[in-house]
């Protein structure tokens, strides 16, 4: 699966097709929460014989969030899960945005 092919298929969660973005808004650009960031940070080689055989691309997607919604969480987990996607989920509060992000890792 592309970045691109991410990309879609976060903006076709209800309520976030033009909340989406790679890594970051520009300053003064971000829209209200809540919104999605996703990033690539890092591969998942598998290899043998000096050869990488497989290689995952590891992805976190990071959902912001003024309140904790479990409304919000669960759009995102299904989208994930119906696209096959095996995601782990880790949640932070971000004291100087005043927000909670949401963080779910994937590997495509």
């Known amino acids: 699966m592309t970045l691109t092919e991410i990309k879609t298929l976060l903006e076709g969660i209800e309520g976030f097709s033009d909340k989406v973005t790679y890594y970051a808004w520009p300053v003064g650009e971000a829209p209200s929460l809540p919104f999605l960031c996703y990033v690539e940070t890092g591969a998942d080689n598998f290899g043998a014989d000096n050869k990488v055989y497989?290689?995952?691309?590891?992805?976190?997607?990071?959902?912001y969030t003024q309140n904790k919604s479990s409304n919000?969480?669960?759009?995102?987990?299904?989208?994930?899960?119906?696209?096959?996607?095996?995601?782990?989920?880790?949640?932070?509060?971000?004291?100087?945005e005043k927000c909670w992000m949401i963080t779910y890792e994937i590997e495509v």
């Open 72 to 96: 919000d969480e669960a759009l995102v987990e299904a989208a994930l899960t119906n696209a096959e996607i095996f995601w782990s989920k880790d949640e932070e509060f971000l004291d100087d």
């Open 54 to 63: 497989y290689s995952a691309r590891r992805i976190d997607v990071e959902l």
